[in-house]
Nanobody
Framework: VQLVESGGGLVQAGGSLRLSCAASGSTFRLNAMGWYRQAPGKQRELVATITIGGSSTNYADSVKGRFTISRDNAKNTMYLQMNSLKPEDTAVYYC???????????????WGQGTQVTVSS
């Protein structure tokens, strides 16, 4: 499955962005999915996860209450709605399939190019 992230940009603190992850192929709907991010000089971290059917989601404590993950299996697309953005949310955001529904399941696909999110103070 090839994944293409989009929707990033430059936004002021307190603003919002909606990221999209478009998947090619027919296996998107068979996989749990997640959003990850990597800030400069830091390791890539898991931000949010969603189950195959979309009925269950989980979030990192740092984004809980501000970010919402969702998916549309008919469109082979996943989303990340980001509200109340903070400068510390600045990072390259990636999507990937996951090896299970557990928060600790590893990513299972190839990484795309990601989409840059920059939040100014």
């Amino acid at each position: 499955v090839q994944l293409v992230e989009s929707g990033g940009g430059l936004v002021q603190a307190g603003g919002s962005l909606r990221l999209s992850c478009a998947a090619s192929g027919s296996t998107f709907r068979l996989n749990a999915m997640g959003w990850y991010r990597q800030a400069p000089g830091k390791q890539r971290e898991l931000v949010a996860t969603i189950t195959i059917g979309g009925s269950s989601t989980n979030y990192a404590d740092s984004v809980k209450g501000r970010f919402t993950i969702s998916r549309d299996n008919a469109k082979n697309t996943m989303y990340l709605q980001m509200n109340s953005l903070k400068p510390e949310d600045t990072a390259v955001y990636y999507c990937n399939s996951r090896g299970g529904s557990s928060w600790y399941a590893p990513p299972s696909g190839s990484w795309g190019q990601g989409t840059q999110v920059t939040v100014s103070s």
